[in-house]
């Protein structure tokens, strides 16, 4: 049986884009953090107005080892604070891509928000995925749910 210490690591490239160098590499923001940090790669400050988005680059490519994906997902602190989140989340990298990895940040807060350039804007969780063999049929087997939707086993209304 493993102990708590030991995590699964896997192998990540990374190549800094061209007029990135100032910037610090990805990283975990403590020993046991599932994702790493991803910084905006902007050149001077970036304006969020309340309700839009805009496509951030992180200044970073990756490759991904097959079986793999990145996901990237919203920083709590900003969504709290902020009201400022990933748009697709999770956005997913698949492990052939090789292109610069960007965020779509939208701020649902009542204020503008500003990103400079080095700032965390989203982190990067790697996941282990499954291709799926999708096998046609005429019917499909029976459960207690059925064919309850969205809310189906949710809150009830108070009459």
Known sequence: MKSSNDISKIEVKIERVAG?????????????????????AESGTVEIMPGDWKLISTGIKIAIPVGYEGQIRPRSGLANKYGVTVLNS???????????????LINHGKEIFYIKRGDRIAQLVFQKTFQALLIETKEL???IRGEGGFGHSGVKAIE
């Open 141 to 143: 087997d029976n459960t």
């Open 90 to 104: 999770p956005g997913t990298i698949d492990a052939d891509y090789r292109g610069l990895v960007k965020v779509i």
């Open 20 to 40: 990135c160098d100032d910037l610090p590499l990805p990283k975990m923001a403590s020993k046991f953090a599932s994702g790493i940090d991803l910084h905006c």
